[in-house]
């Protein structure tokens, strides 16, 4: 079954030359994510607010991994400052560290203080909502206008916190017998998609 799979999929382990870009990549699951991709032969666009954090990961995958690939340039890995009032000049800096982006990893992201769901103000809510849904939103649409306008394919992967708050909500008010639950819809016919449906 195994054999099977791999026969189907681009095997993980050799994305040679691929340019990956990933945010929220100065801790956590991003460094992570920027190690292990740059061990894949991937070339990485690190980006984040704390750039020192950054250069440190990149000096460290600058000076660990070699490429296979004899005509590639001699950097595996940048750092770029990404700060949301200069988002789309700070992803032009991304675009051009090595000329395009194959896949954007949408990871940064905030977790919100340690309160109950039934405790958190609304400044709090909006302060992670700007992070975790404004924000890749912004970073999606500049990437993707790139891409689109490159005539290239690309990707896109959400490091998705809904389904957290949704589990969050339900193990907090499990106790008080009130379940929570998620019903993840793709498109259907409704009022609010009947002149979207009759689109072409
Ligand atoms: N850890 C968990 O249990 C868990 C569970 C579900 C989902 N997630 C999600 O998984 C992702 C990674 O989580 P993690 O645990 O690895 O978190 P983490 O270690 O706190 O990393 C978050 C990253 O996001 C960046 N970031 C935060 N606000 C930003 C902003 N306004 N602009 C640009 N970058 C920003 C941070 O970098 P700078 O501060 O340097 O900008 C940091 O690199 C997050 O999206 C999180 O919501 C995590």
Redesign the pocket.
């Known amino acids: 079954m195994a054999t099977q799979i791999s026969q189907h999929l681009e095997p993980w382990h050799n994305l040679n030359g691929k340019v990956v870009m990933v ?8 460094t992570e994510f920027c190690l292990n991709l740059a061990r894949a032969g991937c070339r990485i666009i690190a ?4 750039i020192d ?1 950054l250069k440190s990961l990149c000096q460290e995958i600058n000076r660990t991994t070699t490429f296979n690939d004899v005509s590639a340039g001699s950097l595996r890995a940048v750092a770029v400052e ?3 009032p200069t988002i789309n000049k700070c992803l032009q800096k991304a675009w051009d560290a090595f000329g395009h982006i194959d896949v954007l990893i949408n ?5 919100g203080s340690v309160k109950s769901s039934l405790e958190l103000s609304e400044e709090e809510w909006n302060h992670m909502l700007r ?2 849904l404004t ?1 890749r939103w912004f970073v999606s649409k500049y990437v993707s206008i790139r891409m689109r306008d490159a005539q290239q394919k690309g990707t896109i992967i959400n ?3 809904i389904d ?1 708050l949704n589990r969050i909500m339900a193990l907090e008010l499990g106790k008080h017998k009130i379940s929570v639950n998620s019903i993840s819809l793709g498109l259907f016919k409704s009022e609010i998609t009947d002149k979207l449906m009759q689109k072409e």
């Open positions: 945010t929220g990549a100065s801790s956590g699951l991003g980006a984040a607010r704390r954090r990404l700060d949301g990871n940064a992201g905030v977790r992070t975790n924000g490091i998705s916190s957290g």
